[in-house]
């Protein structure tokens, strides 16, 4: 469970991106971050990664505090964590493998679990033939799922996404979305920052609304919010929309991903 109580940042320029702001995203949600540009969300995502610190008040990750995480953990911390940004951040000259490989390769694991992994990851992302290919030579959408294959290849018990459909057309922004929430069926805490409001609404999870760096609950009331549509018991289902992209994704190796790292004790989480 992700707790934020009482979380200031002031930035070194005095800007206040996050004022006062409490929540708690509990281990199976899948939530999305709305807000205004400069609203805090980025500012969000990089207090939980421990990019950034608070000014004050406290962040609890899977009951762990993460002012008491020193820096030498930082790291081992991070890994827990799956991040995908809007500009997909691939290594240029590394092809599909290699981009989604690099993180278990600094992490030393074997070249078996290596291609295991990656292979299962990619599966998943519908790139299993776009492997040996270098990021240039791929889409906006293709780019932002070999994002996604990295992000989770190490069973990652938290996905963030900043803005992970901004550059895509409508259909492959539906597709990513279909991904996250079959990331999230698979026991992964999903957070998505996003603008898009139509798309938020339409996948019937729970929204934190952000206004100048705290919760503005007020901004989902009126035309049928989320947690309306929830209440009433009527949630989209979104993957019925993707009859043939769903039919390719092989689930049970995506199962196959979430091994020992997400059968480990909650430590308290729910
Ligand atoms: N490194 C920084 N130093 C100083 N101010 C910053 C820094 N990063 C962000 N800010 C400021 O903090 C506020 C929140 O920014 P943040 O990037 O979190 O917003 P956001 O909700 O992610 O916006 P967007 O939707 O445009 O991505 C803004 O006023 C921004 O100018
Ligand atoms: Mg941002």
Do not use: C, W
Request: aromatic share 6%; no cysteine; hydrophobic share 40%.
């Amino acid at each position: 469970m992700i707790l934020f109580k009482d979380v200031s940042k002031v930035y070194g320029n005095g800007v206040t991106a996050i004022n006062n702001l409490s929540l708690r995203i509990y281990k199976d949600e899948f939530v999305f971050l709305m807000g205004a540009s400069g609203a805090g969300k980025s500012t969000l995502i990089k207090l939980l990664m421990k990019e950034e610190d608070p000014t004050s008040g406290k962040i609890s990750v899977n009951s762990r505090d993460l002012s008491m995480i020193r820096r030498g953990a930082v790291q081992r911390y991070r890994r827990q964590i799956g991040v995908v940004f809007q500009d997909f951040r691939l290594l240029e000259h590394k092809t599909v493998f290699g981009n989604v490989a690099f993180a278990m390769e600094i992490m030393g694991k074997s070249r078996k679990d290596i291609n295991e992994k990656v292979e299962a990851s990619l599966s998943l992302m519908g790139l299993s033939k776009k492997a040996d290919e270098y990021p240039r030579n791929l889409s906006g959408g293709e780019q932002q799922r070999v994002a996604l294959a990295r992000a989770i290849v190490n069973s990652p018990r938290i996905l963030i996404a900043d803005e992970p459909t901004g550059n895509l057309d409508p259909a492959n922004a539906e597709q990513i979305m279909y991904l996250l929430e079959l990331i999230n069926s698979q026991g992964t805490t999903v957070i998505v920052a996003t603008h898009a409001q139509e798309m938020a609404r339409k996948m019937g999870r729970r929204i934190l609304y952000l206004d100048h760096g705290t919760r503005n609950d007020n901004m989902s009331s009126g035309g049928g919010g989320a947690e309306e549509a929830m209440a009433a018991g009527d949630r989209v289902n979104i993957s019925s929309a993707f009859g043939e992209f769903a039919a390719n994704v092989q689930e049970e190796e995506y199962s196959g991903l979430f091994t020992e790292d997400n059968s480990v004790s909650d430590e308290g989480g729910k």
